[in-house]
Antibody, heavy 119, light 107 residues
Framework: QVQLVESGGGVVQPGGSLRLSCAASGFTFSSYGMHWVRQAPGKGLEWVAFIRYDGSNEHYADSVKGRFTISRDNSKNTLYLQMNSLRVEDTAMYYC????????????WGQGTLVTVSS | AIRMTQSPSSLSASTGDRVTITCRASQGISSYLVWYQQKPGKAPKLLIYAASTLQSGVPSRFSGSGSGTDFTLTISCLQSEDFATYYCQQYYSYPLTFGGGTKVEIK
């Protein structure tokens, strides 16, 4: 069965950096695009970034463009999100999600990893 | 970026009620719209895709309609397990964008 397990969250000071990971299993990781989606405490959902199955193309939300980088290692079945110049407003639960390459954006989600940006 | 406006932001209803949530896109998105249900502490669950197609396993009391800029999610007979927050999302173009959410609470 499809499993997506995020890790790497924690507490970081404003201006700091953090790298999130998402370990994928139960499907052919190298055949599917992947997304990051976040949700601030008590707030709504915000799409963050997408990477194509082969890493050849990426898209970002305006709020993170130039600060966050999505990447993947298909040999390790792992998705990453490098977050630099973190701001208090980046505090959120970060989910990775699989793109089914079909009729809708996400078919499976991870359980999330919490990032807290605070001094 | 395409802005998605959901209304209402919250509503109170009773079991058995018919509930309607609306979502408006700031520009035409054809039928590239999905609806999710989210319960506290859980990842969202896909209910409807392509504006009106029911995801496999989702009860038939959920339905979606609309195209272009105006969309609707209807729950025909609210059940206790339907009290949750609902989000629309467009996937017509990047950046993907969500509506602000509608919290359905018990009256």
């Amino acid at each position: 069965q499809v499993q997506l397990v995020e890790s790497g969250g924690g507490v970081v000071q404003p201006g700091g950096s953090l790298r999130l990971s998402c370990a994928a299993s139960g499907f052919t990781f190298s055949s599917y695009g992947m997304h990051w989606v976040r949700q601030a405490p008590g707030k709504g959902l915000e799409w963050v970034a997408f990477i194509r199955y082969d890493g050849s193309n990426e898209h970002y939300a305006d709020s993170v463009k130039g600060r966050f980088t999505i990447s993947r290692d298909n040999s390790k079945n792992t998705l990453y999100l490098q977050m630099n110049s973190l701001r208090v407003e980046d505090t959120a639960m970060y989910y990775c999600a699989k793109d089914p390459n079909g009729d809708y954006p996400f078919d499976y989600w991870g359980q999330g990893t919490l990032v807290t940006v605070s001094s | 970026a395409i802005r998605m406006t959901q209304s209402p932001s919250s509503l109170s209803a009773s079991t058995g009620d018919r509930v309607t949530i609306t979502c408006r896109a700031s520009q035409g998105i054809s039928s590239y719209l999905v609806w999710y249900q989210q319960k506290p502490g859980k990842a969202p669950k896909l209910l409807i895709y392509a504006a009106s197609t029911l995801q496999s396993g989702v009860p038939s009391r959920f339905s979606g309609s609309g195209s272009g800029t105006d969309f609707t999610l209807t729950i025909s007979c609210l059940q206790s397990e339907d009290f949750a927050t609902y989000y629309c999302q467009q996937y017509y173009s990047y950046p993907l964008t969500f509506g602000g959410g509608t919290k359905v609470e018990i009256k």
